[in-house]
């Protein structure tokens, strides 16, 4: 049987519904009657908030097929098309798949602009509250600055998710939004004065090789493919061909058309 995880939540529940319809015959379900299912063949979900963070780990745990739901890498999520990203048994799509260019000239927003190497700041991305927590990196912006200050003098720059709230594990294990610090602007960002992204999975990364910044990440992201994962080596970055990955990823997101009619599952499962 293929449960579908409630959110209950007007904002996001549509998007789980989309692929209960897609999916005969599969059950809708709140997060906490399908961790007792002794039947599931696959689970889907969305977020990691409110209870789902126990099922993604469940299913991991149990070697059950997941598939994971969030906002896209790029396009519009609340408004037609609806695009979210979906992957399978993963909650970002970290790999360069083999596929044709038509998705990603359709709809990727960004002009892919030459490689430059005269930026001197470091832009660095750390983990919101809630990815900290899921993956166990609280440590991570700690131990990136003490790796890039060991191996640069360039000015580093550390930019919050704007809205960031403290999230935090409940009695009953479910991974729960805390408040909220006032929110951090979200300024544009003048690409041509970075030097490098260093990042842990903000998809920040898309913007930032678009505008032909090179990026440095050690956990799962989607540029993971041709950033560098040691920190070290901030004063050498890879410079690598981006528009292979950005096709990959343009198969790594679903409108809502493509999550009713069934789609989706095809594409994850190679059918």
Same mark, same amino acid.
Request: hydrophobic fraction near 35%; glycine fraction near 4%.
């Given at each position: 049987?293929?449960?579908?995880?409630?959110?209950?939540?007007?904002?996001?529940?549509?998007?789980? @519904?989309?692929?209960?319809?897609?999916?005969?015959?599969?059950?809708?379900?709140?997060?906490?009657?399908?961790?007792?299912?002794?039947?599931?063949?696959?689970?889907? /979900?969305?977020?990691?908030? +409110?209870?789902?963070?126990?099922?993604?780990? /469940?299913?991991? @745990?149990?070697?059950?097929?997941?598939?994971?739901?969030?906002?896209?890498?790029?396009? $519009?999520? +609340?408004?037609?098309?609806?695009?979210?990203?979906?992957?399978?048994?993963?909650?970002?799509?970290?790999?360069?798949?083999?596929?044709?260019?038509?998705?990603?000239?359709?709809?990727?927003? /960004?002009?892919?602009?030459? #490689? /430059?190497?005269?930026?001197?700041?470091?832009?660095?991305?750390?983990?919101?509250?809630?990815?900290?927590?899921?993956?166990?990196?609280?440590?991570?912006?700690? $131990?990136?600055? *003490?790796?890039?200050?060991?191996?640069?003098? @360039? &000015?580093?720059?550390?930019? !919050?998710?704007?809205? &960031?709230? +403290?999230?935090?594990?409940?009695?009953?294990?479910?991974?729960?939004?805390?408040?909220?610090?006032?929110?951090?602007? &979200?300024?544009?960002?003048?690409?041509?004065?970075?030097?490098?992204?260093? *990042?842990?999975?903000?998809?920040?990364?898309?913007?930032?090789?678009?505008?032909?910044?090179?990026?440095?990440?050690?956990?799962?992201?989607?540029?993971?493919?041709?950033? $560098? !994962?040691?920190?070290?080596?901030? !004063?050498?970055?890879?410079? $690598?061909? @981006? !528009?292979?990955?950005?096709?990959?990823?343009?198969?790594?997101?679903?409108?809502?058309?493509?999550?009713? &009619?069934? #789609?989706?599952?095809?594409?994850?499962?190679? +059918?």
């Amino acid at each position: 049987m293929i449960y579908v995880s409630t959110t209950d939540r007007a904002q996001t529940e549509q998007y789980v @519904r989309d692929m209960h319809v897609g999916l005969s015959g599969s059950k809708l379900l709140p997060y906490n009657e399908i961790l007792t299912k002794t039947d599931a063949t696959a689970i889907i /979900h969305m977020g990691f908030l +409110r209870g789902t963070n126990l099922l993604y780990w /469940h299913a991991l @745990r149990k070697k059950i097929p997941l598939y994971y739901i969030d906002r896209p890498y790029w396009g $519009e999520s +609340r408004k037609h098309p609806h695009y979210m990203k979906i992957t399978k048994n993963a909650h970002v799509k970290s790999f360069i798949e083999d596929v044709k260019p038509d998705r990603y000239e359709k709809d990727f927003p /960004h002009k892919i602009l030459p #490689y /430059h190497k005269n930026g001197a700041d470091i832009l660095v991305i750390p983990p919101s509250y809630s990815v900290s927590v899921m993956f166990n990196a609280q440590d991570w912006l700690k $131990e990136t600055l *003490t790796i890039l200050k060991q191996n640069t003098d @360039r &000015n580093i720059i550390v930019r !919050e998710k704007p809205f &960031n709230p +403290r999230s935090f594990i409940d009695e009953e294990g479910r991974l729960m939004p805390g408040k909220s610090d006032s929110q951090t602007p &979200n300024d544009a960002i003048d690409w041509t004065k970075v030097w490098a992204v260093v *990042t842990y999975n903000s998809t920040i990364t898309i913007k930032a090789i678009a505008n032909g910044v090179p990026c440095f990440c050690n956990f799962d992201n989607p540029c993971l493919p041709i950033a $560098e !994962e040691d920190f070290s080596k901030i !004063e050498t970055p890879r410079y $690598e061909n @981006r !528009e292979p990955l950005f096709w990959s990823l343009a198969y790594g997101q679903f409108t809502q058309e493509e999550r009713r &009619n069934g #789609y989706v599952m095809e594409r994850l499962d190679g +059918r």
